[in-house]
């Protein structure tokens, strides 16, 4: 918004008080300033006159912090749902890996068995062969 609070000393009297400055409010609401009887001096400002309107630039603020708010909301459950993927996947690679040790674990049993084996099977050829020459 163009406008901005202030505070300020009346002329007059040199009491502080807050308000708008009367030629910046001109540029936005000019109905709501008062000027002086046959001249364009700028000498007030009617603030009861600017209710409609800031309810309204409200109105408007609100609605744009309800988009962000929403697009910040439909982008946070999209990075939820990302990691709990992520998740489920680092669950199945751990479930992966569990069962590769035990596959390896398995293999390295059946190398043992192969390895007995073919002690047996060379102990049980050698006297074979002996007997054949």
Avoid: C, N
């Avoid at 609100?62 to 669950?91: P, S």
């Amino acid at each position: 918004m163009q406008l901005r609070g202030v505070r300020f000393d009346w002329k007059k009297s040199g009491r502080p008080s807050v308000g708008l400055i009367a030629e910046e409010v001109e540029g936005v609401v000019p109905e709501v300033v008062s000027h002086a009887e046959g001249s364009d001096a700028v000498t007030g400002v009617d603030y009861a006159g600017l209710v409609g309107v800031l309810v309204e630039a409200i109105k408007e603020q609100q609605a744009q912090a309800d988009a962000v708010k929403a697009e910040y909301q439909a982008k946070l459950e999209a990075q939820q749902a990302e990691i709990e993927g992520l998740k489920a996947k680092a669950l199945q690679a751990e479930a992966q890996q569990a069962e590769i040790a035990r596959l390896r674990a398995e293999m390295q049993q059946q190398e043992e068995a192969i390895s007995r084996l073919m002690v047996q099977f060379s102990l049980m050829k050698g006297p074979e062969m002996i007997a054949q020459r």
